[in-house]
């Protein structure tokens, strides 16, 4: 079991070099993230003990059943999926460093008064539907920036990049669009110069389209069937807002 895992990650690693030489980009400009959702704790251990210490889970419970397995070896927890305002509570139990999808308002609302009251401060890349699709979470591109403006206001967030899911499709061109339509809100964002706005990272990509989305710009690409194996439940299941338990 070991063997596979190191060697999916050497394919990966390799991939990501190739796609950074392609873009001539640096090849420490692009962190790999593995989302370990469905992954059991020895498992990711196996990951974390070769070096490659960042992570994320999409559904609280996980993150939950798996702490304690994992605490004890050195790496940093970012959570990827929809978070419901009724879980913040949960979520900060955790150790989690970033949350990635931050979409709406009421959640950074909710996720900072919470942080206030356990002087706490964390980091926050908003999530942006770049694909229009309606069973996706993420603003919308054109409320993004009024969503970042407003999030930028709680003290405890600290806004440091985007993220998307991206078109799940075989036609790179189109899933080349999402990634595009990322980076270009990114420089607007830039543009505007919003105090206490960084835009350094850019999470996009994943198994199948990391190298599209390096050549888009790509700081974080997320990999998880690639390293792990197959999920006994479908990517629809964690991305599909109709699946999600409110």
Known sequence: MSEEVLNNLQKINNRI???????????????LLLATKTVPAE?????LNAGYTLIAENKVQELKEKYDALKA???ENHFIGHLQTNKIKDIL?????????????????????RLLAENKQLDVLIQ??????ESKFGIAPEGAMQLVEQVSRLSTLHIKGLMTIGLLSAET??????????????????ASAIPRVAMGELSMGMSGDLETAIEEGATIVRVGTAVFGQRPTPDGYYWNESMEVR
């Open 17 to 31: 070099q190739q796609a950074c030489i392609n873009s001539q980009r640096s090849a420490n400009s692009v962190k």
């Open 43 to 47: 498992r990711i251990k196996i990951a």
């Open 73 to 75: 070896v050195p790496h």
């Open 93 to 113: 139990k955790y150790d989690v460093t970033c949350i990635q999808s931050m979409d709406r308002l009421e959640l950074a609302e909710k996720l900072h008064q």
């Open 128 to 133: 942006v539907n770049t694909s229009g699709e």
């Open 173 to 190: 061109a189109k899933v080349r669009q999402c990634f595009r339509l990322l980076t270009s809100l990114q420089q607007q964002i830039i």
